[in-house]
């Protein structure tokens, strides 16, 4: 059986992402592989087993396109609202809480961030099958 191991998004300035996904999320640098073209940055916390792979990939000036296929990331906490209220006080921007019902229940509660390079995370209140 598969097991997810990492996910991987390309970014512009290493230094500027690793500092957002300490401070937003505690994820630290687990390795950092540097080859001739580009650079691959392991991240982690005790969390969860699964790692974001920074990749930078040296030159490059502009932009990813992220295009209309990249969805988001999710993580989840044991306290949505006082995460907001953190990430709100980094300058890190959480857009706004949302309440998610489903036939008259409570499915989710979330909200997004987005990182340096605009990718989206999604931020999950822990419970139901977002553990």
């Not at 792979?53 to 040296?58: A, G, I, M, R, Y």
């Not at 209309?68 to 300058?91: K, Q």
């Amino acid at each position: 059986m598969a097991k997810a191991i990492h996910t991987m998004i390309r970014v512009l300035d290493e230094a500027r992402s690793v500092d957002f996904y300490r401070k937003a999320f505690g994820l630290d640098v687990a390795e950092r592989l540097d080859f001739e073209t580009f650079t691959l940055v392991y991240l982690s916390n005790a969390e969860a087993e699964l790692e974001v792979e920074l990749t930078v990939n040296k030159g490059r000036q502009e932009p990813y396109a992220l295009g209309d296929g990249y969805g988001h990331l999710a993580v989840s906490v044991a306290d949505l609202d006082s995460e907001h209220d953190r990430l709100g006080a980094l300058g890190l921007g959480p857009k706004k809480i949302v309440e998610f019902n489903r036939d008259g229940a409570l499915l989710a509660r979330f909200f997004f961030i987005e990182d340096p390079d605009g990718y989206k995370i999604e931020v999950l209140q822990r419970q139901g099958r977002f553990r």
